[in-house]
């Protein structure tokens, strides 16, 4: 089993970024996906979901509106599309798949990548 994030990087206070996270050795199109962040001491915490065939997502409040999860079932590989980036949005972002779309429990996560948001 595969979680690979890429897309993350060094973007100035405003700009864009989209996240994709590539899964592989598993049935992706049964699992809800997810990503979260966690900045340095700080918890880690859920950002974005979507269920397994995309009806339903989830935001944390501060990216709502900024940030949109989606999903491409055939190639099984969720992203995650970020605007209007704040200096806070600074993170290792990380993906995670769980078959239980209640967001408590995670069956697989990826390695994580960073995400710099500064001037």
């Known amino acids: 089993v595969q979680l690979v994030e890429s897309g993350g990087g060094l973007v100035q206070p405003g700009g864009t970024l989209r996240l994709s996270c590539a899964a592989s050795?598993?049935?992706?199109?049964?699992?809800?996906m997810s990503w979260h962040r966690q900045a340095p001491g700080k918890e880690r915490e859920l950002v974005a979901g979507?269920?397994?065939?995309?009806?339903?997502?989830k935001y944390l409040d501060s990216v709502k509106g900024r940030f949109t999860i989606s999903r491409d079932n055939a190639k099984n590989t969720v992203y995650l599309q970020m605007n209007s980036l704040k200096p806070e949005d600074t993170a290792v972002y990380y993906c995670?798949?769980?078959?239980?779309?209640?967001?408590?429990?995670?069956?697989?996560w990826g390695q994580g990548t960073q995400v710099t948001v500064s001037s």
């Open positions: 995670a798949a769980t078959l239980i779309p209640t967001y408590n429990f995670y069956n697989y």
């Open positions: 050795g598993f049935t992706f199109s049964s699992y809800t």
């Open positions: 979507i269920t397994s065939a995309g009806g339903s997502t």
